[in-house]
Nanobody
Framework: QVQLVESGGGMVQPGGSLRLSCVAS????????MGWYRQAPGKQRELVAT???????DYADSVKGRFTISRNGAANAIDLQMNSLNMEDTAVYYC?????WGQGTQVTVSS
């Protein structure tokens, strides 16, 4: 069983920035694909960004140019740098790899 632990959520004003981090409990091999998803109240969970071990990256259109996903150097650890946040980014953000999900971290954008 792989555990994913997220950190870095919080509350920020519109236009602000936050950085999320996720670390997997498994480090003996590299997961091919890791990513971030989010779920806003009353909405379905949606893809935010994914990163493959070969460096391939995919972003949702709504976050392109504002969010940056990266591997932070440790095995099976990723970050999500979120800039120019707006109220539509308010959601619980989940780290994912294969069938495994983190517990989620709340991001709230509010003035």
């Amino acid at each position: 069983q792989v555990q994913l632990v997220e950190s870095g959520g919080g509350m920020v004003q519109p236009g602000g920035s936050l950085r999320l981090s996720c670390v997997a409990s498994e480090s003996s091999y590299i997961f091919y694909l890791m990513g971030w998803y989010r779920q806003a109240p009353g909405k379905q969970r949606e893809l935010v960004a994914t990163i493959a071990s070969d460096g391939a990256i995919d972003y949702a259109d709504s976050v392109k140019g504002r969010f940056t996903i990266s591997r932070n150097g440790a095995a099976n650890a990723i970050d999500l740098q979120m800039n120019s946040l707006n109220m539509e980014d308010t959601a619980v953000y989940y780290c994912n790899t294969y069938q495994f999900w983190g517990q989620g971290t709340q991001v709230t954008v509010s003035s």
